[in-house]
């Protein structure tokens, strides 16, 4: 469905953190509280979240992801939770399970980027997908569990004085989101400078 937004470039994210134990009231989520802070810091256009907190279970997080996208419009989806290797660890699953077209270079980024703090990086099993539907798009991304990982995920590998060595993957997600029909955003560079093609950057408004 084509949502309806409050601005033109108003990005519609939906937030998911999948945990058996905080969706149970176990234990309290720090999965959305720490999408939410990243986004409010490193987004420089509107924006607005739909978040939803589940259980790690393969048939919600398909029907999430698909509510998200198909019936609340979101341009942006990012999950936390459930990338590992354990019994219950299904959302690459779940996801690739609703995708039109794999994106491997997200997941291949985010492995690069956590290799450089930990060597069990290469356990995780984060992937990437474009949703499609008659009208609309959206790009759908499976984070890691923690708040460190994932920041660091998004924003990359900086040296001391702040320098990104190795870019974060959300440095790649408004040209993505460009190409795939939805909202012109921008980020603040401090955190995570946008890329595009000079061809593809808008000029400022007067």
């Known amino acids: 469905m084509k949502p309806e937004r409050s601005h033109p ?15 149970q009231g176990v234990y309290e989520d720090k999965g959305l509280p720490a ?15 739909q978040t939803r907190l589940i259980q790690d279970d393969a048939a919600t997080i398909s029907a999430t992801l698909i509510e998200l996208v198909d019936t609340l419009g979101c341009d942006l989806v990012l999950t936390t939770g ?3 290797p354990a019994r219950r660890d299904v959302t690459p699953e779940a996801t690739l399970a609703v ?5 491997p270079g997200f997941g291949e980024q985010m492995r690069q980027i956590s290799l450089n703090f930990v060597p069990t990086a290469i356990l995780s099993r984060q992937v ?8 609309h798009a959206a790009l759908i991304i499976n984070l890691p569990g923690q708040p460190k990982s994932i920041r660091e995920t998004l924003e990359g590998v900086k040296d001391a004085d702040g320098k990104t060595t190795v870019p974060g993957i959300f440095a ?15 980020t603040q560079p401090e955190v995570v400078a946008a890329f595009r093609p000079k061809s593809a950057i808008r000029p400022p408004k007067v």
């Open 9 to 23: 470039d108003e990005l519609i994210v939906g937030l998911v953190s999948i945990s058996d134990r905080a969706s």
């Open 35 to 49: 999408l939410q802070a990243w986004l409010g810091g490193a987004m420089a256009s509107p924006w607005r979240a």
């Open 82 to 84: 459930g990338t590992g």
């Open 99 to 103: 995708a039109t077209k794999p994106m």
């Open 128 to 135: 990437a997908v474009i949703r499609e539907t008659a009208d």
């Open 172 to 186: 790649a997600v408004p040209y993505c989101i460009d190409l795939i029909g939805g909202p012109y955003i921008d």
